[in-house]
């Protein structure tokens, strides 16, 4: 069973930093776009960052502009998010996904995570 597994998120302090890290559970997905999304309480699930396979492509919501940073590891299964001066309005349950091409919502993609919490206290 395919599977993506998210790690690294937690509590932090309004101006911190977190990384977040996602495992593809095949080699298969060393040829797919991967990114994030995240979904607050009571708000839809949002865009927030992705990267074509080879990772010479990346796309980010402009919420997150000039703070996170998304990459792929050597292999190409991995994917981590780096998260800079992290706010408040940040907070929310991150998920990593996986989809044939670049994406930049929702709608279409193949593979998720079951999420990792992100709170960043004020």
């Known amino acids: 069973q395919v599977q993506l597994v998210e790690s690294g998120g937690g509590l932090v302090q309004a101006g911190g930093s977190l990384r977040l890290s996602c495992t593809a559970s095949e080699r298969t997905f060393s040829r797919y776009a991967m990114g994030w999304f995240r979904q607050a309480p009571g708000k839809e699930r949002e865009f927030v960052a992705a990267?074509?396979?080879?990772?010479?492509?990346?796309n980010y919501a402009d919420s997150v502009k000039g703070r996170f940073t998304i990459s792929r590891g050597y292999a190409k299964t991995t994917v981590s998010l780096q998260m800079n001066s992290l706010k408040p309005e940040d907070t929310a349950v991150y998920y990593c996904?996986?989809?044939?091409?670049?994406?930049?919502?929702?709608?279409?993609?193949?593979?998720w995570g079951k999420g990792t919490l992100v709170t960043v206290s004020s």
């Open positions: 990267i074509s396979w080879t990772g010479g492509t990346t």
């Open positions: 996904a996986a989809d044939t091409s670049l994406f930049g919502k929702a709608s279409g993609v193949d593979y």
